[in-house]
């Protein structure tokens, strides 16, 4: 693999919007060791990759991303629609781990 690429800082800590918890997520993270991120919508893998790095301290084995369509809702008459999402499965190394219920190691 080629030399680490650099990342802006600044643009890494606004890549993950957020850690998805749900029971689909934590059969997931507990079969297989992966962490499901929501992220920017133009992210790429790099860039995923050095962001879960810098934040939480932990070695990433690979990402895999999937685009979800945002579904279609009616609030009475008016018809909206959920934003598009962009998710990230993040695999950790063995022996690597993410908490997110407590931050104290």
Known sequence: MSAPQ???E????QILVAPIISEKATRVGEKSNQVLFKVLRDATKPEIKA??????K???ASVATVNQKGK??????????RDHIKKAYVALKPGQELNFSGEAA
């Open 6 to 8: 650099k990342f802006d």
């Open 10 to 13: 600044g643009r890494l800590a």
């Open 51 to 56: 962001a879960v790095e810098l934040m939480f």
């Open 58 to 60: 932990v070695e990433v």
């Open 72 to 81: 279609t809702k009616r609030f009475g008459k008016t018809v909206g629609r």
